[in-house]
């Protein structure tokens, strides 16, 4: 099975930055899209960021104007850069892909925004 690795986390101070990245254990041509996910102590998951085989993106509302997602489908590859980070950013984040309707998730990788 394919598996997604994340890296990248760690801890950082408020108005730091962060990039994470995500690559598939094996290369995967029909992906659709792949993204981000994060879920914080005590909430539901929730949506970071997507980007799409057309490189068409969508933000959850928290994070918009701060991070930015890029990555190239093809090659089952994808990133996020977080800028102004905030303690509310504070979660385990996950990479996501989909392929047909199916979810491929990784282990995770922990943020922690502290000063």
């Known amino acids: 099975q394919v598996q997604l690795v994340e890296s990248g986390g760690g801890l950082v101070q408020p108005g730091g930055s962060l990039r994470l990245s995500c690559a598939a254990s094996?290369?995967?041509?029909?992906?659709?899209?792949m993204g981000w996910y994060r879920q914080a102590p005590g909430k539901e998951r929730e949506l970071v960021a997507i980007?799409?085989?057309?490189?068409?993106?969508n933000y959850g509302d928290p994070v918009k104007g701060r991070f930015t997602i890029s990555g190239d489908i093809a090659e089952n590859t994808v990133s996020l850069q977080m800028n102004s980070l905030k303690p509310e950013d504070t979660a385990v984040y996950y990479c996501?892909?989909?392929?047909?309707?199916?979810?491929?998730w990784g282990q995770g990788t922990p943020v922690t925004v502290s000063s």
């Open positions: 980007i799409t085989r057309l490189h068409r993106t």
């Open positions: 996501n892909a989909v392929r047909n309707e199916y979810n491929y």
């Open positions: 094996e290369r995967i041509f029909s992906f659709n899209a």
